[in-house]
């Protein structure tokens, strides 16, 4: 039996993994209490083709996620040219990465016997908890703000959830949304609160390892509130604790030019993040003026040396157009990594062996 605890990220108060509350009284958010065995390619499980092939790694606290994985996982990485690798994580069930950590997050809520949840989202991850909640016989509200991509409020609905449109900016929404689940009591299934959602984002860096029997030099990664880039950390600092890796690769965090807090707080030396008020932007997967895990993210960003870069507004579309041409027809919040990648590029011609992910599919973010 795994020994699987939350522990506060403020105080350092623990609690059984059964809590319901969303974050700890005193206001910090949980984190996992949670040692994984030492990493081996040897412990997979090879017949299983979705993201659960890592359980031994995974914090799962029984077989729930038997009934509700949809084959998430195992995507592809292809080589877009002789310095770019593309990881095709829109190849999901639901057309983006965090089928990864909803399929976790879901089979949790399962495993303790939730019967109803509520979600905010730009749009990727609420249609993700929508399906898999759906899997699970989970009732689910996804609060969404307006100006949310026409096609994911369409696949939010289909997959049978409540889908509401909430006025004003990303942010307003995930307080409107966060204000419910406290006033009725509801679970709060968020992809940026809720820890186990990151057991289910770092197994892209399992995958990437398995595939490759390596890690890139470079990553990029888009952060908006930076649930890949934790999940990612987590993986690599395993990894690298079971002598798999023998160092950490260099990550370039990719914030959108018109909604950058996290930048802003690295270019001034601060450890703490600035609220900044975002302006309209194409990469709305990232347009998070203020990130709840913002300060755990630069504590590890000086850790390991992360770099944060922007991705220039007006080379986004160009970028999309450049990735179509080569057949991958993605989003805008993804192209804008490419982006950030070709201005990197052209600043640092030396720069090779790059791995970028696909995070989500193009036709849901045409307007």
Aim: charged share 20%; proline share 5%; hydrophobic share 40%.
């Amino acid at each position: 039996m795994k020994d699987i605890h939350y522990v506060c990220s403020r105080c350092g108060r623990t609690a059984e993994s059964t809590e319901l509350a969303p974050c700890c009284s005193c206001g910090g958010l949980w984190d996992l209490e949670y040692k994984a065995d030492s990493f081996s390619l040897d412990d997979i499980i090879a017949d299983d083709w979705s993201i659960f092939r890592y359980r031994k790694y995974i914090a799962l606290e029984d077989g729930a996620f038997e009934g509700i994985t949809l084959g998430e996982g195992m995507t592809p990485v292809i080589a877009l040219d002789d310095n770019v690798l593309l990881k095709m994580d829109y190849f999901m069930p639901t057309l983006s990465f965090k089928d990864r950590g909803a399929a976790v997050l879901v089979s949790h809520c399962k495993s303790i016997g939730v019967k109803k949840v509520v979600q905010d989202s730009s749009g990727n991850a609420g249609n993700s908890v929508a399906a898999y909640c759906a899997r699970a016989g989970i009732q689910c509200e996804i609060f969404v703000p307006e100006g949310a991509s026409p096609k994911k409020i369409e696949l939010i609905r289909a997959h049978g959830a409540v889908c509401t449109i909430v006025p004003g900016s990303r942010d307003h929404c995930a307080d409107v949304c966060r204000s419910k689940a406290r006033e009725q009591h509801l679970y709060y299934a968020n992809h940026v609160f809720n820890p186990f959602f990151y057991e289910g984002t770092k197994t892209y860096i399992y995958e990437v390892f398995e595939q490759l029997h390596r890690i890139p030099s470079c990553l990029f990664i888009p952060v908006g509130n930076g649930t890949l880039l934790l999940g990612c950390i987590i993986a690599l600092e395993h990894l690298l604790a079971s002598s798999i890796i023998n160092e950490f690769p260099k990550i370039i965090a990719v914030q959108s030019e018109n909604c950058n807090p996290l930048y802003a707080a690295c270019e001034s030396g601060s450890t703490a993040v600035p609220k900044v008020v975002c302006t309209p932007t194409l990469a709305e997967g990232i347009a998070i003026g203020e990130p709840m895990r913002g300060t755990q993210i630069l504590a590890l960003a000086r850790k390991h040396a992360i770099s944060f870069v922007l991705a220039p507004e007006d080379g986004i579309l160009e970028a999309r157009a450049l990735l179509a041409r080569q057949g991958i027809y993605c989003e805008h919040t993804t192209a804008a990594t490419y982006a950030a990648y070709l201005k990197c590029k052209q600043q640092n011609p030396e720069l090779t062996d790059c791995l970028i992910p696909m995070c989500g599919a193009g036709l849901k973010s045409d307007h």
